[in-house]
């Protein structure tokens, strides 16, 4: 079956200008995650969605950095007015998981990511 | 807030032999998951250990979870080129939020 498919893979912007970068989870999964994950690092935590409820958004880094997933589907992650500190591939992961239970297996799935390179 | 540290960062290793990679937690966690990334690719997930003491096996991969659940291993005999690539643990901060290891770099020798 289709994994998590996110696009575009590559996004080169230049400072001050939007993006908008797209994320297509596995049919059926209730939560997605979205990560940025800076060079030598482990992913770091944006924002997670249950179905269009989004339930956590603390780990965006500032106002500039807007989530969205209106029909409990396909996911959008938008930054504005790109920074250069912006420059990190950013992962959307899905799980079938609902939150609520800590052992439930909740492996996630993660799509190939989209490195955005701001200049 | 809970935080889990990897060690060691980087481990170069002659094809063929052994080594163990490191996960340590501040605090007690509920359970413990390992994902792999190969170079370019994106994090596919291993295991997840939930019971004091379990171990796990996937082929030549062993996987512990420690006693008192604040430390996880993962072993690896007879080191291939197919296990190059960063091993990071994630231990949950609570029912969906995982914390992230900045994980263990492998590469391997011919």
């Known amino acids: 079956g289709a994994g998590v498919s996110q696009s575009p893979r590559y996004k080169v912007a230049k400072r001050g200008q939007d993006v908008a970068l797209r994320c297509d989870p596995i049919s059926g999964h209730v939560s997605l995650f979205w990560y940025q994950q800076a060079l030598g690092q482990g992913p770091e935590f944006l924002t997670y969605?249950?179905?269009?409820?989004?339930?956590?958004k603390s780990g965006l880094p500032s106002d500039r950095f807007f989530a969205e997933r209106p029909e409990g589907s396909v996911s959008t992650l938008k930054i504005q007015r790109t920074q250069q500190e912006d420059s990190a591939v950013y992962l959307c992961?899905?799980?079938?998981?609902?939150?609520?239970?800590?052992?439930?297996?909740?492996?996630?799935?993660f799509g190939p990511g989209t490195r955005l390179t701001v200049l | 807030g809970q935080q889990v540290m990897q060690i060691p960062q980087y481990q170069h290793v002659q094809e063929g032999e052994d080594f163990t990679t490191y996960c340590n937690s501040s605090?007690?966690?509920?359970?413990i998951q390992w994902y792999k990334q190969r170079p370019g690719g994106h994090p596919v997930f291993l295991i997840q250990?939930?019971?004091?003491?379990e171990v796990k096996k996937q082929k030549r991969l062993t996987f512990q979870f420690g006693e008192a659940k604040k430390n996880s291993s993962l072993h690896i005999t007879a080191t291939q080129t197919t296990d190059v690539g960063t091993y990071f643990c994630a231990g949950p901060l609570n029912d969906y939020k995982l914390s992230f290891g900045a994980g263990t770099t492998v590469t391997v020798r011919a």
């Open positions: 992961a899905s799980s079938r998981a609902v939150a609520g239970g800590l052992r439930t297996y909740n492996e996630q799935f």
């Open positions: 250990l939930v019971k004091s003491g």
């Open positions: 969605f249950q179905n269009e409820a989004q339930l956590d």
């Open positions: 605090t007690t966690l509920s359970n």
